[in-house]
């Protein structure tokens, strides 16, 4: 099985920091990362790669939409929700516009690897 | 104890209403429970049961329930802390079921108005001692204290689903049961999916939203356990069941649900769809009120209870309505009323209303099926047999009346098959059947009817044993006997006081019971029929008609006064021919067809007149059962659709059905064909 290229949405740099990091020790490659969700969208189309995480909220464009835009771009898209502890309703909006699975922050690295394993496939 | 105050005494009503639901969780949940008597949820839900109904009890001062069902309470507490299996004897059972109908009389004499004064409500003292001692077997210091109910009623934190012991998929209501049958019907798998997610898991209500998502990839979600809103409201522990219709194989299944993050097991249960019917009749545990309660959008919100009798009162008037809408096209047709259309629309609207209040008369067979499972209990014991109940198609939904009616007859042949069908386990074995026998109760609509079917895999009924017992009794000739058709000869045991029974028993008697049973389902405008294969068992079909509130009757005419008679007893309409009278025993009777039945003069027989009339010109033919007679009258008016009025008790008149009031506004009397005949 062949390394999953993951793109990796937050608007904090901290954030990205820290998944970047739970996935490379863990032989993953992080093929980019973006810091909105129209930046995930434009990234998407050109890297395609096979797993992207979302933060959902977001300046510019928020995640859920975000979500809704790549299904329509490519409906086997597997996005994972990154969730805030707040943010539970929206959790469920995520599922129903397209995500397959989602985690919770503060993020617990087998957590984060389960997620990726299981979307993965 | 004292008289309930004013206030509380306006409260009867409502506790009989609500202990009676009780009670009926109570019994079947004990059904339940003798097979797993381990089920700790099941347990758990029969504490709850008898905790609310002792607290409504207390509340209303009935302070004999309260002990009672507080000694109950201790039982199920005993048994719940873990002394299920070595316990739980069948004479425990005989105790706790001897309990629970200790309650129910109690309550049936509240419901009575029987405004208990002292210990009016009869003392189940030794049944009290006698639980005590049961729940104290064993149990150092737990038990008598009863202990706070656990749960609190929160859907869900009833602890795990996992009851093994009892089928897998109980918890779905009729109708989830229906669109599970049609899908496995179709050619789907039926699963059960327990679920358990992390107990770390954050956002729970979420996870098993996402674990749903994930299974409707692979199949269709016909219910959850606990409900799908008590899962999205994270209302649950960390277990769920999903009842799942898929055609894809159990493995896919259970890689979909594992494909969740923080889902840590999954198993996935194929499902045999008979395997829930059996004995636990709806999902029990959603009967219980407390649980409709606390739902938030169950099914209390989308019910109204409503006084049968402010029910009637709207057929009644229902009636009143669709009589005068008659009434005025009647008018119309003989153009003494001009029609801008409207009346045509009355007489619309006035049918889809009738039609509308006469489904309000409707109920589900389930209110009768729901004592079948412990009486089958009661009679399996008592005969040293093993029997195992299935019900199926219990929402169907008929008359009121009926419903109430056709407890009984049910119930006889219900007796019948345990008693004299199933066979005793030892032999069932030597004639390589399971020694559990299967009596299978179905009801299903047809057309105007409902049928209801009794099936066992018994031994069947002995034709050659009333061969032989129709000569001895001399109700045939040896010769007719030798040539009588299974069919005929399984009609004798419709007759009084025929049975083939060998041995007396205590629960079947003497086979009275059959004869009954078929007067019963008649007197209702039913029918019953039986048939039977040596060594393979018996079924007994029973067609009921949806309703007896409107019937299809001919009126006939005699002395100027208008009578019915109900339209599936008319057999033909014949011209008199006074050469064709003749007169046998002192009884005139009518050659008819191949033979000669009873001719009846409607007025002399209603006592209008003592002479036989000469001037009988037409005779309606009438058949109940396997009788005829002609009945002379003076003129057909013709057939009706006629609603019927019951007559108050002190109008009752023998052989009088009741009466309705034709478009002309005159009066009708409906008579009882049997009467006639």
New interface residues.
């Given amino acids: 099985m062949g390394a999953k290229r993951i793109l990796i949405t937050d608007d904090t740099a901290f954030m990205r920091m820290t998944l970047r990091k739970v996935l490379e020790s863990n032989g993953y490659e992080v093929v980019g990362e973006a810091e909105d969700g129209l930046d995930a969208v434009e990234k998407y189309k050109e890297l395609r790669p096979d797993i992207v995480t979302m933060d959902i909220t977001m300046p510019k464009m928020d995640g859920i939409t975000a979500i809704r835009e790549i299904m329509k771009i490519d409906p086997q898209a597997r996005i994972i929700v990154c969730s805030a502890m707040g943010q539970k309703p929206m959790v469920i909006e995520a599922l129903n516009a397209g995500a397959k699975d989602f985690l919770v922050k503060p993020f617990q690295p087998q957590r984060v690897l389960e997620a990726i394993q299981k979307v993965g496939g | 104890m004292t008289s309930p105050t004013p206030e509380l005494a306006q409260l009867v009503g409502q506790f009989v209403d609500e202990a009676r639901e009780y009670l009926q969780s109570l019994d079947r949940g004990l059904v339940q429970l003798e097979s797993a008597p381990a089920d700790a949820e099941l347990l758990q839900e029969l504490f709850r049961v008898v905790h609310s109904l002792k607290g409504m009890a207390g509340t209303m001062g009935y302070q004999a329930m309260v002990d009672l069902a507080h000694a109950m309470e201790s039982v199920f507490d005993r048994l719940r802390s873990g002394a299920g299996e070595e316990t739980a004897s069948p004479e425990l059972f005989d105790l706790l079921f001897e309990a629970a109908g200790a309650l129910e009389a109690m309550v049936e004499r509240v419901s009575q108005g029987e405004v208990p004064e002292g210990d009016g409500l009869g003392q189940p003292g030794g049944l009290v001692e006698a639980l005590r001692a049961a729940a104290a077997a064993g149990a150092s210091s737990e038990g008598q204290s009863g202990r706070a109910v656990p749960g609190g009623g929160r859907e869900g934190s009833a602890g795990s689903p996992n009851g093994k012991a009892r089928p897998p998929l109980w918890f779905l209501d009729a109708q989830e049961m229906t669109a599970l049958r049609q899908a496995v019907a179709s050619g789907a798998r039926a699963y059960a999916v327990e679920v358990a997610i992390d107990p770390t898991s954050?956002?729970k209500?979420?996870r098993a939203?996402?674990v749903l998502?994930a299974l409707e990839t692979v199949g269709q979600i016909v219910g959850t356990w606990p409900s799908r809103e008590a899962l999205?409201q994270e209302r649950f522990e960390d277990r769920f069941v999903v009842a799942l219709v898929s055609d894809q194989p159990p493995q896919a299944v259970q890689t979909a649900a594992?494909?969740?993050?923080?889902v840590r097991s999954a198993d996935v249960t194929p499902v045999d769809v008979e395997d829930r019917a059996p004995s636990s009749g709806e999902a029990a545990p959603k009967a219980v009120p407390s649980r409709r309660d606390t739902s938030g959008r169950g099914v209390a919100d989308a019910t109204v209870r409503v006084e049968t009798s402010r029910l009637d009162a709207l057929v009644d008037l229902v009636g009143e309505l669709v009589i005068t809408s008659n009434q005025i096209q009647d008018r119309h047709q003989r153009r003494l009323m001009p029609d801008d259309g409207q009346i045509a629309k009355l007489g619309r609207v006035t049918s889809e209303l009738q039609s509308a209040v006469m489904r309000l008369r409707m109920v589900p067979l389930r209110q009768v099926f729901t004592r079948f499972p412990r009486a089958v209990r009661d009679l399996a014991r008592r005969s040293g047999k093993q029997v195992r109940l299935v019900i199926q198609g219990e929402e169907t939904e008929l008359d009121r009346h009926i419903v109430n009616e056709i407890g009984e007859p049910l119930l006889h042949l219900i007796r019948n098959a345990v008693d004299h069908g199933i066979e005793p386990p030892e032999e069932r074995e030597r004639v390589g059947k399971p020694r559990t026998g299967l009596v299978k109760l179905s009801a299903r609509h047809e057309g105007s009817h409902v049928v209801i079917e009794l099936e066992d895999d018994g031994r069947g009924i002995d034709v050659e044993r009333i061969r032989r017992k129709a000569v001895e009794r001399g109700r045939l000739s040896a010769e007719e006997a030798e040539h009588a058709t299974a069919e005929r000869l399984l009609q004798l045991i419709f007759e009084p006081g025929f049975s083939t029974a060998e041995r007396v028993t205590e629960v079947s008697g003497r086979g009275v019971g059959m004869d009954a049973a078929k007067a019963a389902v008649e007197a209702l405008g039913g029918r019953l029929a039986v048939h039977t294969r040596a060594g393979r068992g018996t079924l007994c079909i029973v067609r009921l008609p949806l309703t007896l509130a409107i019937i299809q009757a001919l009126l006939v005419e005699t002395d100027g006064q208008i009578f019915a008679l109900p339209a599936e007893a008319i057999q033909s309409i014949e011209r008199v021919d006074p050469s064709g009278i003749e007169t046998v025993h002192g009884r005139r009777v009518l050659r008819y067809r191949d033979g000669i039945i009873p001719l009846v003069s409607l007025k002399v027989r209603l006592g209008f007149a003592v002479d036989e009339a000469r001037t009988d010109s037409l005779a309606v033919v009438i058949a109940t059962g396997r009788r005829q007679a002609a009945i002379a009258v003076d003129r057909v008016v013709g057939l009706q659709d006629l609603v019927i009025r019951t007559l108050s008790s002190y109008l009752k008149v023998p052989g009088v059905a009741g009466a309705a009031i034709l478009g002309s506004g005159r009066i009708a009397l409906i008579l009882d064909p049997s009467w006639l005949a």
């Fill in positions: 954050a956002f209500g979420p939203y996402a998502k999205e594992l494909n969740v993050v923080e």
